[in-house]
Nanobody, 126 residues
């Protein structure tokens, strides 16, 4: 059974930083794409960044230059370092995994991803 568990969310003031973690277990496929999505109240789910097994990394324009996605060498932990946070970054952040490598458009296609975590809340106050 594939499991994704997010951690690291919390409350920070504008300009602060957080580092989210996604622990992946039970994943046995050689190809993968792991992404971070976020969803604010009343808004659609938004793709933030992905890393795949190609390897490629891609970021949404809204966070480019502020967020960095990385992973460990075992591909069991994926991270999202978030700097210069603003109130617009307040959302529930999800980790998602797909069994194929990603194209850049996949950040706009949540249905492409096969597995999802439960999410971790990020709240940024002004």
């Amino acid at each position: 059974e594939v499991r994704l568990v997010e951690s690291g969310g919390g409350s920070v003031q504008s300009g602060g930083s957080l580092r989210l973690s996604c622990a992946v277990s039970g994943y046995t496929y050689s190809s993968f794409c792991v992404a971070w999505f976020r969803q604010a109240p009343g808004k659609e789910r938004e793709g933030v960044a992905f890393i795949d097994s190609y390897p490629s990394t891609h970021y949404a324009d809204s966070i480019k230059g502020r967020f960095t996605m990385s992973k460990d060498s075992a591909n069991s932990h994926f991270y999202l370092q978030m700097n210069r946070l603003g109130p617009e970054d307040t959302a529930l952040y999800y980790c998602a995994a797909a069994r194929l490598v990603c194209a850049t458009r996949r950040l706009r296609e949540p249905g492409f991803f096969d597995y999802w975590g439960q999410g971790t809340q990020v709240s940024v106050s002004s």
